[in-house]
């Protein structure tokens, strides 16, 4: 992970930093063979969600427990394979 060059992270800044920090390392940790893409993808989203949450305060629309549920897009904008 890149480290910020030019002075000290703000507390937004930090949160989102150790946000991704945190997903990167739980998609590491959960990587090995079989285990799909979609799968971590969705393990990334569930991990910056959460830390959404914890700031902004429960977004989740959803009565099946799924926290991505309706708000995957909030987190969900861009794809780490490029497409």
């Keep these: 992970m890149r480290s910020p060059i030019a ?3 703000g507390p937004d800044q930090q949160m989102m ?3 991704v920090l945190d997903a990167v390392t739980a998609v590491e ?3 090995r063979p079989g ?3 979609p799968d971590m993808h969705r393990l990334a989203s569930r991990v910056l969600l959460a830390a959404l949450v914890k700031v902004c305060g429960n977004t989740a629309r ?3 427990g799924d926290p991505l549920a309706g708000c995957e897009p909030l987190v969900a904008q861009h ?3 490029g497409g």
């Design 29 to 31: 940790q959960a990587m």
């Design 7 to 9: 002075g000290k992270l």
């Design 17 to 19: 930093y150790t946000a």
């Design 62 to 64: 959803s009565v099946s």
């Design 79 to 81: 794809s780490a394979s």
């Design 35 to 37: 285990v799909s893409w």
